[in-house]
């Protein structure tokens, strides 16, 4: 499935490694506008200049975790909100349950198998209408 050439996206993780698989997918999934930051507080700040369409977020980062970066830009505006997905090692229990109280769109444990992302993100996109033919 591809996407809108206007669909962005944006990649938060402490590991440089990880924003570049993960953009390398969504550039393959036909995603135009990624961009990857390895703290919270450049996601703020690229959130406050840019709009976004998709977060995908690690929950573990220092000093700002995932779940704070989520509290901190639902706080910014509630307009327009882009998806927000955590793409984490953990997979706990506790780590998901926080994660559905915070209302998050979608939980990835890492290492991500193949088309889990496609997945994810072509059904959020196919229900929004955001999907190209």
């Known amino acids: 499935m591809a996407y809108e ?3 962005s996206a944006l990649v938060v993780d ?3 490694t990880s924003i570049a698989v993960t953009s390398a ?4 999934l036909g995603f135009k506008h990624v961009e990857g930051v390895c703290t919270a507080e450049e ?3 690229r959130i406050a200049e840019k709009r976004f369409d998709v977060i995908i977020c690690d929950w573990h980062m220092l000093p700002t975790n995932g779940p704070q970066l989520l509290e901190a830009m639902k706080q910014l505006s509630n307009k327009n909100r882009p998806r927000f997905y955590f793409l984490t090692g953990d997979s706990t ?4 349950a926080t994660a559905r ?3 998050v769109d979608g939980f990835i444990v890492k290492p991500q198998r193949p088309g889990e992302l ?3 993100l072509s059904q959020a996109f196919r229900l929004s209408g955001r999907a190209a033919a």
Do not use: E, I, S, T
């Open 5 to 7: 050439q206007n669909v």
């Open 14 to 16: 402490d590991q440089k």
């Open 25 to 28: 997918a969504l550039n393959a």
């Open 43 to 45: 996601a703020l700040k």
């Open 93 to 96: 229990w506790g780590c998901m």
């Open 101 to 103: 109280q915070l209302g």
């Open 118 to 120: 496609a997945g994810r």
